[in-house]
């Protein structure tokens, strides 16, 4: 069963990581990203162990939580969230990582306080120049985070971020190091980083999350 083994080697990798960078191999969760997957396979993920499920769209991750609603599993959303689907969001997710405005989060707030939720949240930050279209760029994060933290429905555990697609897994190094150092810089604890291609450089630098798709699954 080919998910079994990419799974073993992705610990296997994060473990190893840990290992050269002086942590502890439990400061690091795995977020298995099952977009695109079928909701079928996420019950095997779940049997091996695995605790965190991510999806971008909140239909997909409507459907698939309605077929697996029992499952205990952490569900995260990792794709942009538009608005007007705060209140499917809230309803849905355990830890939302893509809140990019002040905007989206004024919205989460009230639909967490319609529901009397407390809603963990991520500040996503555009760490590269063209990789992606959203993000609060860095030198804002603070200001932002202020802001945000005066809305009591909404609870800010830490940053996320993505380094841009590089040839060379190393040459993702500095933007994992600077989401780190922000994160380390404003006391927040979950630093949201690293993907298939990048992940074990994101564990050394410092990642508490890592979300995994391809990886799992190809
Ligand atoms: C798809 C996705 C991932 C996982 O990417 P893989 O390369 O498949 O590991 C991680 N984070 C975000 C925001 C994504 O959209």
Redesign the pocket.
């Known amino acids: 069963m080919p998910m079994e083994a990419n799974l073993e080697s992705v610990r296997r990798r994060i473990a190893a990581a840990c290992g050269r960078s002086g942590r502890e191999a439990s400061a690091v969760r795995l977020v298995a990203?099952t977009?695109n997957q079928p909701a079928s396979s996420l019950p095997a993920l779940c049997r091996l162990g695995v605790g965190d499920i991510?999806e971008?769209r909140v239909q997909e991750a409507l459907a698939k939580r309605g077929a697996l609603a029992q499952l205990p599993v952490r569900w995260h959303m990792?794709?942009h969230l538009q608005t007007n689907k705060a209140r499917e969001a809230v309803r849905l997710f355990d830890l939302i990582?893509?809140v990019d405005s002040i905007r989206l989060a004024g919205e989460i707030d009230a639909q967490a306080q319609r529901i009397g939720k407390l809603q963990d949240v991520l500040l996503e930050v555009h760490l590269s120049g063209e990789e992606s279209k959203f993000g609060i760029p860095p030198a804002e994060v603070a200001a932002v985070l202020e802001d945000i933290r005066r809305l009591e429905h909404l609870r800010v555990t830490g940053l996320m971020g993505?380094a841009p697609q590089v040839r060379d897994a190393q040459q993702a190094r500095p933007y994992f190091r600077r989401l780190r150092r922000l994160c380390d810089e404003l006391k927040l604890q979950e630093c949201s980083m690293g993907?298939?291609?990048d992940f074990e450089v994101a564990v050394e630098e410092g990642a508490t999350l890592v979300?995994?798709?391809?990886?799992l699954f190809v």
């Open positions: 990203v977009k991510a971008n990792i794709g990582h893509s993505m993907m298939s291609d979300r995994i798709g391809r990886a």
